[in-house]
């Protein structure tokens, strides 16, 4: 028998801890903070009465006073406990958003590499940061307010039968019109269309962070958002979705609207039939009451339609949550297996990415010893990055396996095997922190001087040098950046620090000027010293004193040997060879144009 799913209150509710109660006490305070402030309307019908009973002379109506002090302090009570509803409320709220935004990043770091690559950075800035911002908005707000509106009703169908009942059946006819033209707002073919526009929110929101990053393309070709389809078609998407929904909401709309506020054109000519036909004065009494009365009435209505369109937004907004923390994270294994060595090795291993229709690899098979440096070359698409990813184990494999140390990476913990490899990727990049905090990131109980030293072995003292506050210089903060070279030396000083055992190298170099590839190989020399080093390289000079070169081509190994076997081979890697020493003697200008 299938569990009924929890209600999205109750899951958000759930992250509060020990703070939920502060909610239901907010909500409680609210609810009797709005029935108290029906007190003053009372007060109202008692003055109106003893003013017309005193009528012309007003020395007979003394209790006026009173009654206007009544509804003063009936006045100042509601809003005394409307602000403590809000105090407690606001304060389980933030305290609630922070839970949710902890949880949701907790079960991202444990996430597969895979999860990211299909997800775009906008996307997930809105489901984790936008949306935990909607529940808080939902506790400390709309919660109280929500209570609020479940008691009004009933306390307000009280308050209009307690005089006349026949102008309060007809201001809770107008209620129930109300009611029934938001029901034909929401309901029917509308029902989705919160889901629907929270879609297509969290879509163009993901395209416009890709077009802010696409700026300087759009600026050199003075192109427009035109010309970034996605984008572009996001924004209609939205638009048109917008629009047609106005479109359909006009009859509801016009009838909430009418019903509303019609009450007031209704009560006159009731109140002259009933005076025709009993006391007139208490008649006009009543009539000022109700009169008074039925704008609260409407303003009730349009309480609860806003209330609506919040708890669907939560509802929107924690089942976007959930489709992050459903993602399965890496399996951890049971029983924990520890390296014996620095080698790996990859036996038969194929590897397809979700959604796609041919492996990346196909048993692949091939070896690196304790302390060899072997080389991944071939075609850009070979599957020579997605071979390293594997190691640190970015993404399991469909079949074969990945070891270190002899231990199948899957039966290795995942810090112990994140402590056993330093991954020094392409494009690296920096936290909005200090180069201190960015180098030690690779091992945060690290000394400064440990990190100093890390720092000059990565050749990065020019860097420090030139930058005001040398190693405390936060990168990003008043106009201080690296260059791409200049970045990957960090990265590598990174790497240096953490000193484990195996290094995989992404092209390292694929950003550096001559200058700062010069540096860099320095610290390569540095890094990789006594150390299982797997490169991915596209400039072959880089590789030429490789213990192995691995040629990958469509997801196969094509060859595999040293620099000088693989040329007398004359295959694939000497067809590279050639065409990478005819783009070496490339020049620009009129003889290379010939």
């Not at 997800?119 to 709309?142: F, M, V, W, Y």
């Not at 399965?328 to 038969?348: I, L, S």
């Not at 002899?406 to 039966?411: K, L």
């Not at 006594?530 to 691995?550: E, F, G, P, Y």
Request: net charge neutral; hydrophobic share 45%; aromatic share 8%.
């Amino acid at each position: 028998m299938n569990q009924k799913k929890p209600s999205s209150l109750a899951r958000i509710l759930g992250y509060a801890g020990r703070h939920k109660n502060l909610t239901i006490l907010g909500c409680i305070l609210s609810a009797l903070s709005a029935v108290l402030g029906l007190a003053p309307y009372l007060c109202v019908w008692l003055v109106a009465r003893s003013v017309l009973a005193a009528w012309p002379s007003l020395d007979g109506a003394g209790d006026l006073g009173r009654f206007g002090w009544m509804a003063v302090w009936f006045a100042i009570g509601s809003i005394l406990l409307y602000f403590a509803a809000l105090m407690s409320t606001h304060i389980a709220a933030f305290r609630t958003a922070r839970n949710i935004r902890r949880a949701a990043m907790t079960h991202v770091l444990k996430l597969p590499l895979g999860f990211f690559t299909g997800n775009q950075s906008g996307r997930l800035r809105k489901l984790i940061d936008d949306n935990a911002g909607l529940t808080e908005d939902l506790l400390a707000h709309k919660l109280p307010d929500l209570a609020a509106t479940a008691v009004t009703p009933i306390a307000a169908i009280v308050v209009l039968f307690l005089f006349d009942w026949r102008m309060g059946l007809l201001c809770l006819l107008t209620m129930v019109l109300a009611l029934l033209s938001m029901c034909l707002m929401m309901g029917g073919k509308n029902a989705g269309f919160f889901h629907r526009y929270q879609k297509e929110i969290e879509r163009m929101s993901g395209e416009a962070v890709e077009y802010v990053r696409g700026i300087p393309v759009v600026k050199m070709f003075q192109q427009t958002v035109y010309s970034f389809k996605a984008f572009y078609a996001a924004i209609q998407d939205y638009s048109n979705l917008a629009s047609q929904y106005a479109m359909s909401c006009r009859t509801g709309q016009t009838c909430f609207l009418t019903s509303i506020n019609g009450a007031f054109a209704l009560l006159i000519p009731a109140a002259l039939l009933i005076a025709s036909g009993g006391d007139v004065r208490t008649t006009l009494v009543n009539l000022i009451f109700y009169a008074l009365f039925a704008p609260a009435c409407g303003q009730m209505i349009n309480r609860i339609m806003y209330m609506s369109e919040a708890v669907m937004e939560a509802d929107e907004a924690i089942g976007r949550l959930d489709e992050i923390l459903s993602q399965q994270p890496m399996p951890e294994p049971e029983t924990q297996k520890r390296p014996v060595n620095a080698a790996v090795a990859f036996d038969h291993v194929t590897f397809t990415y979700p959604g796609a229709d041919r492996p990346a690899l196909e048993d692949v098979n091939f070896s690196v010893q304790p302390g060899e440096v072997v080389a991944l070359v071939g075609p850009s698409g070979g599957g020579k990055t997605t071979a390293a990813s594997l190691i640190p184990r970015f993404w399991d494999v469909d079949s074969g396996s990945v070891t270190v140390g002899g231990a199948d990476v899957r039966e290795l913990d995942s810090a112990a095997l994140m402590g056993q490899v330093a991954f020094v990727f392409q494009d690296t990049r920096l936290f909005k922190e200090s180069l201190l905090e960015n180098i030690r990131a690779a091992r945060p109980d690290a000394s400064r001087e440990e990190v100093l030293a890390a720092a000059h072995a990565a050749q990065c003292d020019d860097i420090l040098e030139k930058l005001p506050q040398g190693l405390d210089t936060v990168v990003g903060a008043r106009g201080v950046y690296l260059s791409g070279g200049e970045q990957q030396r960090i990265a590598l000083a990174r790497a240096i620090l953490k000193d484990a055992p195996i290094v995989v190298l992404d092209e390292a170099t694929a950003f550096a000027d001559p200058e700062n590839e010069h540096q860099i190989q320095k610290a390569f020399e540095t890094l990789t010293r006594n150390k299982t080093v797997l490169m991915i390289a596209h400039r072959l000079s880089t590789v030429q004193n490789a213990d192995n070169i691995i040629v990958l081509n469509e997801g196969k190994i094509a060859e595999q040997g040293s620099h000088s076997a693989l040329l007398e081979k004359n295959g694939v890697y000497a067809a590279m060879w050639a065409d990478y020493q005819r783009s070496a003697q490339w020049k620009v200008g009129k003889e290379a144009a010939v």
